[in-house]
């Protein structure tokens, strides 16, 4: 898992990297607009996958002989799902005149219109690769997924198109690639060829419709503040509290990737009783060890990246960090309360922060500016984060000390696997790879 979680770091990277070049060619409003591009993306395709994706795993974690109707089940919803969403959103928004879709522009519509359906699709990709417990292979997709936009950019750059229009065509064009890429993988990995299984879909649709709730509550605590600071500010506004969100969101990616790494783990009940509680130590102290570097080069870090147009990110960044840190630990404590088949508690508890951050954004924003936007949300990170550990204690029966302090025996196992990971990446630069050759029994 380790392992995975490197690989995905690997793709922060790029996917930063590709964030500092967009800022630079774009601007301070272009990098707004195209934020608000890849925000609504992920947000429609989140809602166009109904939750299936995640009803699909949890169910074939729990039903093996299921598994040869995964990517066969996913395509349909993919494909009509995510097209009806987009199509919902982009016609319908422009026909009624809605500012953030007219804000993008035609050719923007036809973008979203084209790469929802690709994303959800990809998505399900991701989930097969978790579910058959290839890790390492899931966050590869992932990573490159958000990195293979950065070579579509430069060499726009080269060639010296560097408006929106051509930024939107290289990042649909480089998911385009990216699905085509992992469904090789898809094909030679586990069992296919079980033909679309209605009951897989019902109950998968069941499961997911509840998880799907708690999702999308998920997302619009963490994105609807971009369409509000939009709205308030203007792509200006929104182009430096993207920056500042984009770097305070490091802090929170590991515990991300080993949130959704543990989910089959949470699902099959494979855990013995007190490791949810280690992972969650463990999150903690890394997330604090994240957040505490970031604040401290936050000022020369903007300044470096991307220049002093974007100076007014450093102190909504440092607020932010308060926020992402506590925010870390629920990719560990709603993670254990999915997978314990109580999706809806999320609902409960998303909505809550969206709430508080809604509603702090409104006091706030036209006071404070970006600072009061990411004041907002570090608040409702904070909400969340203590609404999910009441309902983590509740289930695991551990203290705040076992859940939080971590003690020697973590430490010792953290070294551990670093080493290992250490270890193995050596091996791999050196020559060594491993060819896949099929699912694990």
């Known amino acids: ?25 774009l601007g301070v409003e272009g990098k707004g607009l195209f934020s608000l591009f890849v925000a609504t993306i992920t947000g ?84 097969y690769f978790l579910v058959l417990h290839r890790y390492e292979l899931a966050k590869v997709a992932g990573t490159v997924a958000v990195t293979l936009p950065l070579f579509g950019y430069v060499a726009l750059y080269v060639v010296h198109q560097t408006s929106l229009d051509a930024f939107l065509g290289a990042f649909v064009g480089s998911q385009l690639v990216c699905l085509a890429v992992f469904q090789v993988p898809v094909q030679r990995l586990g069992a296919h060829g079980g033909g679309f299984s209605l009951d897989l879909a019902r109950q998968s649709l069941g499961f997911g419709l509840r998880q799907l709730a708690s999702i999308f509550c998920s997302y619009l605590m963490g994105r609807l503040d971009f369409f509000i600071v939009a709205q308030y500010l203007g792509g200006r506004g929104l182009g430096i509290y993207s920056v500042a969100v984009s770097l305070a969101e490091i802090t929170v990616r590991l515990s991300n990737e080993i949130g959704t790494m543990l989910y089959p783990a949470f699902s099959g009940r494979t855990l013995k009783p007190g490791q949810p509680a280690a992972a969650l130590r463990l999150v903690t102290l890394m997330a604090v060890l994240a957040g505490a570097a970031m604040a401290l080069i936050s000022g020369p870090l903007v300044q470096l990246l991307f220049g002093p147009a974007f100076a007014e990110a450093v102190p909504a960044l440092r607020w932010l960090v308060v926020g992402t840190v506590a925010w870390s630990t629920t990719h560990v404590t709603w993670t254990y309360v999915s997978a314990t088949g109580r999706p809806a508690i999320g609902v409960l508890v998303y909505s809550t922060a969206t709430a508080v951050d809604v509603l702090l954004n409104m006091v706030l924003l036209p006071r404070l500016g970006v600072i009061g936007a990411s004041i907002a949300a570090a608040t409702s990170y904070i909400v969340a984060a203590l609404l999910f550990l009441h309902f983590f204690r509740r289930t695991e029966t551990c203290s705040l000390r076992q859940a939080f302090i971590a003690n020697a025996s973590d430490l010792q196992l953290l070294w551990k696997a670093a080493r290992a990971v250490a270890g193995r990446f050596g091996r791999l630069v050196g020559g060594s790879f491993v060819e896949v050759q099929g699912a694990p029994d």
């Not at 790029?14 to 070049?21: H, L």
């Not at 949890?58 to 995510?82: C, D, I, K, Q, Y």
């Open 1 to 25: 898992m380790l392992s995975a979680a490197v690989i995905s770091y690997a793709g922060l990277v790029g996917s930063f990297v590709a964030s500092v070049v967009a800022s630079r060619l």
């Open 44 to 127: 429609l395709s989140l809602l166009a996958t109904l939750g299936v994706h995640q009803g699909q795993l949890f169910h074939v974690s729990r039903r093996p002989e299921w598994l040869s109707h995964f990517m066969t089940n996913a395509v349909p919803f993919s494909l009509f799902g995510g097209g009806a969403v987009a199509a919902l959103y982009f016609l319908g928004g422009w026909a009624l005149g809605w500012t953030d879709v007219r804000a993008l522009g035609v050719f923007g519509v036809i973008a979203g219109l084209v790469v929802v359906p690709v994303t959800v699709l990809m998505i399900f990709q991701r989930q």
